[in-house]
């Protein structure tokens, strides 16, 4: 439901691995007062994408993790799966942080002036493979040289032909 994306757009602006929100900073972030089940049922923070408002976090690759009705807080994570940091010159301090899920993958770059996050679907990240790289799929994308890569791609919604058999890959 598009009225709590500014929370997912909340969380993708974020640096660090953990978020922890009160219910009404949450609330502040998306303009409206949560309905009361929020308040009173742990599983309207269940991470389903059959809730409506937890699409806002794990499509962004965030998940919850704990919430404490009693004191209204809620603590959300991002998977982390790579952080890398490099002093540069000055002395200040460069990073990079990956973060994934099985739908996402977020790239976080930090420095001394600036930082930027931005995530990708893992649809995405196989177009760019291909149109950076298609020799690892082949000589065409139709013709792929390793077994495991047709089955990715046909999972994520390409048409992929099996170049011996002429056949369309079976996912």
């Not at 269940?46 to 499509?59: C, I, K, R, T, V």
């Not at 690759?61 to 919430?67: D, L, P, Q």
């Not at 649809?123 to 890569?149: A, E, Y």
């Given at each position: 439901?598009?009225?709590?994306?500014?929370?997912?757009?909340?969380?993708?602006?974020?640096?660090?691995?953990?978020?922890?929100?009160?219910?009404?900073?949450?609330?502040?972030?998306?303009g409206?007062?949560?309905p009361?089940?929020?308040y009173?049922?742990?599983?309207?923070w269940?991470?389903?994408?059959?809730?409506?408002?937890?699409?806002?976090?794990?499509?962004v690759?965030?998940?919850?993790?704990?919430?404490?009705?009693?004191?209204?807080?809620?603590?959300?994570?991002?998977?982390?799966?790579?952080?890398?940091?490099?002093?540069i010159?000055?002395?200040?301090?460069l990073?990079?942080?990956a973060?994934m899920?099985?739908?996402?993958?977020?790239?976080?770059?930090?420095?001394?002036?600036?930082?930027?996050?931005?995530?990708?679907?893992?649809?995405?990240?196989?177009?760019?493979?291909?149109?950076?790289?298609?020799?690892?799929?082949?000589?065409?994308?139709?013709?792929?040289?390793?077994?495991?890569?047709?089955?990715?791609?046909?999972?994520?919604g390409?048409?992929?032909?099996?170049?011996?058999t002429?056949?369309?890959?079976?996912?």
């Open positions: 439901m598009r009225k709590y994306r500014p929370l997912g757009n909340y969380l993708v602006k974020q640096h660090e691995v953990t978020v922890s929100l009160t219910f009404q900073q949450i609330e502040q972030i998306l409206f007062a949560l009361p089940s929020a009173t049922h742990r599983a309207w269940a991470n389903s994408l059959s809730h409506p408002q937890a699409g806002s976090w794990l499509n690759g965030w998940k919850v993790s704990k919430v404490n009705i009693e004191k209204k807080t809620v603590l959300l994570i991002r998977p982390l799966i790579l952080s890398i940091y490099k002093v010159d000055n002395g200040e301090t990073s990079l942080i973060t899920d099985t739908e996402n993958l977020a790239l976080i770059l930090s420095g001394p002036n600036a930082s930027a996050t931005t995530a990708y679907s893992w649809k995405q990240i196989i177009q760019i493979l291909i149109d950076v790289n298609p020799h690892m799929f082949g000589n065409l994308t139709r013709q792929p040289d390793h077994s495991i890569f047709p089955e990715m791609l046909a999972k994520l390409y048409t992929v032909v099996n170049w011996e002429n056949e369309s890959w079976k996912a």
